[in-house]
């Protein structure tokens, strides 16, 4: 009854999962605990694991349930709001958020590769509003996301996707073609998730090696508004650092002064939260082409302008000039030629004088 529950086949990066349990276990035994999390404690007592290999130091330690608190004040946010809707813990390990979080009323899937929920299955219950999935959310094609098919069953209902500590072992185009996928199969779906910066991860990697574990950390994000370019229709709503912490942890106290002091490591990590909606892309295409047809307007009037003022200037000065030179013609040589010419030509005054103002235009315009 009371034997204990091995964990077996776990790869590298999922045993990570049972550092995050072990570190959420112990913070809820503390007094001046960050969360309350009775349901880590238990798993902990029952799974047969050296935990103390994965004992955390006590900053680190603060700062993972912190970042589990934020995760679950963003899910309690999204079942406020959508009561009945559905969630979908994406590479969940062995963390209970939906005990956390429950409302009565939510439909909660815990995803994660096929060992961890199998590990998950003997320790915890599925039920009607709580279910698990074995599949990998890591996708080489499409194809490979049939597991979207196992929760696409609720038309119109509202998706909140969540994923913590998860998203930083993927590669780009995997990331893409997930993302792309949740887009276009649930309008309006949130996504939240945790990232790092390039020097976060470089700086993780480093000590990765150092502690010569075989996998590494791929994904990172420079901006992170930058799924905003991957496709219309996706909008970056929050984004949550460290630094945004308004209470002083005591624990946290020296990585907080760091942060502080050292923006980018401060902005290094951080929560987002993106609303991923295909309904979104006509409403911001019309307005861009609006946007550009306005713009198109703009450009020209001030080129317009621009041209016509130059042209006004040249005029204004030009002008002038050319009727002096054609008034002093006219005052000086043109009655002597004119009586000249028509001495020579034989013709009347009327005439020659037309004849003579044709010839004159006809030279200012070669000039
Ligand atoms: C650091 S643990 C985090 C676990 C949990 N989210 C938490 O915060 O305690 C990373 C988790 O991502 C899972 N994971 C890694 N690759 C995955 C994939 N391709 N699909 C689904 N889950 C994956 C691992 O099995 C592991 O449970």
């Known amino acids: 009854m009371n034997e204990k529950i091995q964990a077996q086949d776990l790869s590298a990066v999922s045993e990570t999962m049972l550092a995050t349990l072990y570190s959420h276990a112990v913070e809820s035994r503390r007094p001046d605990a960050l969360i309350h999390d009775p349901r880590a404690e238990e798993l902990v007592a029952r799974i047969d694991f050296d935990f103390a290999r994965h004992q955390m130091g006590e900053d680190d330690q603060a700062a993972t349930c912190v970042r589990l608190r934020q995760f679950d004040r963003f899910a309690q946010a999204f079942l406020t709001a959508h009561p009945d809707g559905v969630v979908v813990h994406i590479g969940c390990g062995l963390d209970t958020r939906f005990d956390r979080v429950d409302n009565g009323q939510v439909t909660w899937y815990d995803l994660d590769l ?47 996707f969540i994923a913590e500590g998860v998203f930083m072992y993927f590669s780009d185009a995997e990331m893409r073609r997930l993302v792309l996928a949740l887009r276009e199969r649930f309008p309006g779906a949130e996504l939240i998730f945790d990232v790092a910066s390039p020097l976060i991860v470089w700086l993780q990697n480093l000590s990765l090696a150092r502690m010569k574990a075989n996998f590494r950390m791929r994904w990172s994000l420079r901006r992170y508004d930058a799924l905003e370019q991957w496709s219309p229709g996706i909008r970056l709503l929050e984004a949550w650092y460290y630094t945004s912490l308004k209470e002083s942890i005591p624990r946290l106290q020296k990585l907080q002064t760091l942060f502080r002091l050292f923006p980018p490591l401060g902005k290094g990590m951080v929560i987002l939260r993106y609303r991923l909606d295909q309904s979104l892309v006509q409403m911001e295409e019309q307005p861009m082409k609006d946007k550009s047809a306005v713009w198109r307007y703009v450009i020209a009037a001030l080129v317009g302008a621009v041209v016509g003022g130059l042209a006004v200037a040249l005029a204004g000065r030009l002008l002038p000039k050319m009727m002096d030179r054609m008034m002093d013609r006219m005052r000086s040589e043109f009655p002597r030629q004119m009586m000249a010419r028509m001495q020579a030509e034989g013709c009347d005054p009327m005439e020659m004088c037309q004849r003579m103002m044709a010839e004159f235009r006809a030279q200012e315009q070669r000039e």
Do not use: H, N
């Not at 060992?115 to 074995?134: A, D, G, N």
């Open 114 to 160: 096929p060992p961890v929920i199998e590990l998950r299955r003997k320790l915890l219950e599925e039920t009607p509003r709580y279910k698990m999935i074995p599949a990998s959310a890591q996708a080489a094609s499409a194809l490979d996301l049939a597991w979207l098919d196992v929760v696409d069953v609720y038309p119109g209902k509202p998706f909140l």
